[in-house]
């Protein structure tokens, strides 16, 4: 049973740090790319960062760049998204996902995932 769990969500001050953790199971982790994604109300999905299946490449959209860091433990199955700096516009349900393709890079289209967790919340506010 393919299963990926967000955890690490939560409220935060503006200029603030969360770690977001992806835990998962029956997918085969370390054979491929996963990514982390998030949407805010009345907003369309965002990409946020990707890792590949190595954990050598690594992608970020423009507002991760500079503040967010991804990262994953093919020992533990688990992947984590460092993010500091938040701002309020970092406000969003954020969601990992796995890649439809095993052994490729970073990939910032959503398409190209076929797995993805329940979400999990995060808010940033004074």
């Known amino acids: 049973q393919v299963q990926l769990v967000e955890s690490g969500g939560g409220w935060v001050q503006p200029g603030g740090s969360l770690r977001l953790s992806c835990a998962t199971s029956?997918?085969?982790?370390?054979?491929?790319?996963m990514g982390w994604f998030r949407q805010a109300p009345g907003k369309e999905r965002e990409f946020v960062a990707a890792?590949?299946?190595?954990?050598?490449?690594?992608n970020y959209g423009d507002t991760a760049k500079g503040r967010f860091t991804i990262s994953r433990d093919n020992a533990k199955n688990t992947l984590y998204l460092q993010m500091n700096s938040l701002k309020p516009e970092d406000t969003a349900d954020y969601y990992c996902?796995?890649?439809?393709?095993?052994?490729?890079?970073?990939?910032?289209?959503?398409?190209?995932?076929?797995?993805w967790g329940q979400g999990t919340q995060v808010t940033v506010s004074s």
């Open positions: 996902a796995r890649a439809r393709t095993a052994f490729t890079g970073a990939l910032s289209n959503s398409h190209d995932y076929s797995y």
């Open positions: 029956g997918l085969s982790f370390n054979m491929y790319a």
């Open positions: 890792i590949g299946w190595g954990g050598v490449t690594r």
